[in-house]
C-alpha cells in the first residue's frame, strides 16, 4: 500500500508492509522500532549525534521526563510544584491559541498535522483527539524525554497517531502531503531556518501553512545573541527575530502573521523589570504562521 512518507535515501515513496517501510524504487527498508518509524541514514545520525548527545545531557540534568505513566497523559498540566511549572503554563497556551487558529483557519476539516519537534508527543495526542491526523517526528526517541514516550497515551487513550524519528531539514514525506507543519519548540534549532522553512514548504500543501510555536522570539537579532551570550552552555538552541521571519518570508513571497500573546499587567510589568536588570529585551513566545500568498 503507498504511504505519504519518501525514502531517506533517494526520496522515493515509500509502500507500507507490517511493521515497515519499503522503497520500490532503490529496494531501502525503514523499520519500524517499538512503533517508531527511523528516517536516520547512518550518516545522518552520525551528523546529529554530538547535539543529541549535548542535548539529552542537558535534558536529563534538568530531570526532564519521569516514569509514572498518568503525568504523560495530564501534559500539559503539571503539579504546582513542578520545576517548569511556568514553561508547561506556556505551552498550554499555546495550544489552546492552535486550537483556536485551526477551528477557525479550517473550520470542520480533518487535517494531516506534522508535529515537528514533538518530544514526548503531549502536543501530538491533543492533535490527534481534536480529530486531525497525525505525526510526530523528533531526531530524539528517548523513552523518557522523547518519541518513546509517546507509547504511554498510545497505550492508554483511544486514539492514533504515527511516530518517526527524523531530521527536520530532509522531512521524510513526499511533496505537498501534509496540510499543516507545526514546529513546537523547535524552529530556533535549526541550523539554516531558511533551509528548514523551505523544507516545511515542500511538504505543505498549496492551502496549508506553517506554524511556529513555543520558540523565542526578539524583535532585532541584537538581544537574541545577547541572550546567547549569558548561556554557560549553548547548545544548538538559537532565536528568531521579527525582522529575520520578515526575510524569511518576503524572499519566498509568502505572507507572515504574528500573534502576539496578551501578558496582562503583571506579567508586562515582570517583563519590564526584568529587561531593565538585563539590559536587552526578553523574548515573546509569538505564534508564527507562514502561509502562501492566495492560500486559504
Request: hydrophobic fraction near 40%; proline fraction near 5%.
Amino acid at each position: 500500500m503507498t504511504s505519504p512518507f519518501r525514502c531517506p535515501n533517494c526520496g522515493g515513496q515509500l509502500q507500507a508492509e507490517a511493521a515497515a517501510l519499503r522503497c520500490p524504487h532503490c529496494g531501502n527498508t525503514t523499520l519500524r522500532n517499538d512503533g517508531i518509524y527511523d528516517f536516520l541514514t547512518p550518516d545522518a545520525l552520525r551528523s546529529h549525534q554530538p547535539f543529541l548527545d549535548q542535548y539529552r545531557r542537558i535534558r536529563r540534568s534538568e530531570k526532564r521526563g519521569v516514569e509514572q505513566k498518568g503525568w504523560y497523559l495530564a501534559l500539559p498540566n503539571v503539579p504546582e510544584d513542578h520545576s517548569f511549572r511556568k514553561e508547561w503554563e506556556q505551552r498550554r497556551e499555546s495550544m489552546d491559541w492552535l486550537q483556536k487558529f485551526l477551528q477557525e483557519r479550517f473550520p470542520e476539516r480533518q487535517l494531516d498535522i506534522l508535529d515537528a519537534g514533538a518530544g514526548n508527543c503531549w502536543l501530538t495526542r491533543h492533535l490527534a483527539e481534536w480529530g486531525h491526523r497525525t505525526i510526530a517526528i523528533d531526531l530524539d526517541d528517548d523513552p523518557r524525554d522523547g518519541l518513546g514516550a509517546g507509547g504511554h497515551v498510545l497505550a492508554s487513550l483511544p486514539i492514533s497517531f504515527q511516530r518517526a524519528r527524523a531530521d527536520f531539514a530532509r522531512i521524510p514525506f513526499v511533496d505537498s502531503a501534509l496540510d499543516l507543519v507545526v514546529f513546537n519548540g523547535a524552529f530556533h534549532y535549526a541550523v539554516n531556518q531558511g533551509e528548514l522553512l523551505d523544507e516545511a514548504l515542500r511538504v505543505a500543501r498549496p492551502t496549508g501553512a506553517v506554524v511556529v510555536i513555543d520558540s523565542p522570539v526578539y524583535t532585532t537579532a541584537e538581544d537574541g545573541e545577547k541572550m546567547l551570550s549569558e548561556r554557560a552552555e549553548r547548545g544548538r538552541a538559537g532565536y528568531l527575530s521579527i525582522m529575520g521571519l520578515n526575510d524569511l518570508a518576503n524572499a519566498r513571497g509568502l505572507r507572515l502573521e504574528v500573534f502576539t500573546p496578551r501578558l496582562g499587567f503583571v506579567r508586562w510589568l515582570r517583563k519590564q523589570a526584568t529587561e531593565v536588570r538585563r539590559g536587552r529585551e526578553i523574548a515573546m513566545m509569538d505564534r508564527i504562521v507562514f502561509s502562501r500568498t492566495g492560500g486559504k
